[in-house]
């Protein structure tokens, strides 16, 4: 019994003091049959930052993301958990290099901390960013285009029809959407509009790659992550990728 309540202890101070607290890079090559370093864009995503105060983690992230030197920054979510933790996210995103181009969705958390999604929005706009919800938005650079396609989270409205409203399809598009399940839900007519559409790929954020992973099965997921934990996933024509941060190449 004492072993049981030792080892229960142990696994609750991992996942909620030091798993939130690690730190890790991966880094992924889409596309590589077509790849050249001309026609590369790069790519980091930033996913369930919790940011609860500015600290040795968070210029951590800053600094390995300011040099991997990318074209474009998604942050996928669940950036901060209470509502006056807004000004330190905003201290945040002053340090990233500010000519990267940013994108950002919506996660369970900024509407759990009933963040106000207006001053949200206006922090987004002075740091290059923006909040995509239910919206798509064409990135250019030079004759590479990506098309990225932002929905909100579940505890939200997704609309994936909105989203695309007005917008043509395009060879490169990638979804964003915090919560993995989200491709498990869709609709009929949403899968319609996928398969018209085609991203090629959908990231994502929410299941911390698993609270607790032991030897790659992970018994504590939180809720709304389905069968999704890390790493990469095809389903309905979609690869998704799950996990906290990642540089990517997506090639034309």
């Given at each position: 019994m004492l072993f049981v309540t030792t080892f229960l202890a142990l696994l609750a101070i991992y996942a909620f003091s030091i798993e939130p607290n690690l730190f890790v890079v991966s880094r992924h090559r889409l596309?590589?049959?077509?790849?050249t370093n001309q026609n590369s864009l790069q790519i980091v995503q930033i996913?369930?930052?919790?940011?609860?105060?500015?600290n040795h983690r968070t210029q951590q992230i800053i600094e390995n993301v300011n040099q991997l030197h990318p074209d474009i920054i998604v942050l996928t979510g669940d950036s901060i958990d209470r509502a006056n933790q807004i000004n330190e996210y905003?201290?945040?995103?002053?340090?990233l290099d500010r000519k990267i181009a940013k994108y950002a969705i919506l996660g369970n958390w900024e509407y759990n901390s009933n963040v106000d999604l207006a001053t949200l929005t206006k922090i987004y706009n002075n740091y290059n960013c923006r909040l995509l919800v239910n919206?798509?938005?064409l990135y250019q650079k030079g004759n590479q285009s990506l098309l990225i396609t932002?929905?909100?989270d579940l505890v939200g409205e997704p609309n994936l029809a909105k989203s695309l409203q007005n917008i043509?399809?395009?060879?490169n598009h990638l979804l964003l959407s915090h919560s993995p399940?989200?491709?498990?839900?869709?609709s009929t007519n949403e899968l319609k509009i996928l398969a018209e559409y085609k991203p090629q790929y959908m990231f994502s954020g929410h299941t911390h790659g698993g609270q607790i992973s032991l030897f790659g099965f992970a018994p504590l997921l939180p809720p709304r992550s389905g069968n999704y934990v890390s790493g990469w996933y095809q389903t309905n024509s979609i690869r998704q990728f799950k996990d906290?941060?990642?540089?990517?190449?997506?090639f034309a």
């Open positions: 596309n590589a049959e077509n790849a996913s369930d930052l919790h940011l609860k105060k500015f905003d201290r945040f995103l002053s340090l919206e798509s938005t932002g929905v909100d043509k399809p395009h060879p399940l989200y491709i498990d839900e869709v906290e941060m990642q540089r990517l190449e997506i």
